[in-house]
Nanobody, 116 residues
Framework: VQLQASGGGLVQAGGSLNLSCTAF????????MGWYRQTPGKQRVVVAT???????SYVDSVKGRFTISRDNTKSTVYLQMSSLKPEDTGVYYC???????????WGQGTLVTVSS
C-alpha cells in the first residue's frame, strides 16, 4: 500500500511543473486525494484537494495557477503548476484520505524548487 509521487525539480520563477502521484494497493476512485507542501521548520499545509467526483479546492495562494486532477483508471492524481513563484518552493506530498482507523496515506514527497 503506497503512494508514489514524481515530477518535482528546479524551475525558474514563472515556469511550470507537473507532479503526479500513483496509488498502489489502495482503493482510489472513491477517496479524496490531495497535495500538500512542506518547507523547512514549518508544518505541512494543504495546497489542493480533489473529491472522488472531481470537485477541486485550492489554497488561496495557488488559485488560478495550479490545477489538480485525477485519472481513476490509472489511480493517479496530478498537480499542474504554472506561473510558479519562489514561495511555491517546498517538498510536495500527495495524500489519500482513508476511513477512520485505516489512517491517511502519504507519498514520499517530491522537491519543487523555484528560483527567482
Amino acid at each position: 500500500v503506497q503512494l508514489q509521487a514524481s515530477g518535482g525539480g528546479l524551475v525558474q520563477a514563472g515556469g511550470s511543473l507537473n507532479l503526479s502521484c500513483t496509488a498502489f494497493g489502495t482503493i482510489f476512485s472513491v477517496r479524496v486525494m490531495g497535495w500538500y507542501r512542506q518547507t523547512p521548520g514549518k508544518q505541512r499545509v494543504v495546497v489542493a484537494t480533489i473529491t472522488a467526483a472531481g470537485s477541486a479546492s485550492y489554497v488561496d495562494s495557488v488559485k488560478g495557477r495550479f490545477t489538480i486532477s485525477r485519472d481513476n483508471t490509472k489511480s493517479t492524481v496530478y498537480l499542474q503548476m504554472s506561473s510558479l513563484k519562489p514561495e511555491d518552493t517546498g517538498v510536495y506530498y500527495c495524500n489519500q484520505q482513508r476511513p477512520a482507523g485505516l489512517g491517511n496515506l502519504w507519498g514520499q514527497g517530491t522537491l519543487v524548487t523555484v528560483s527567482s
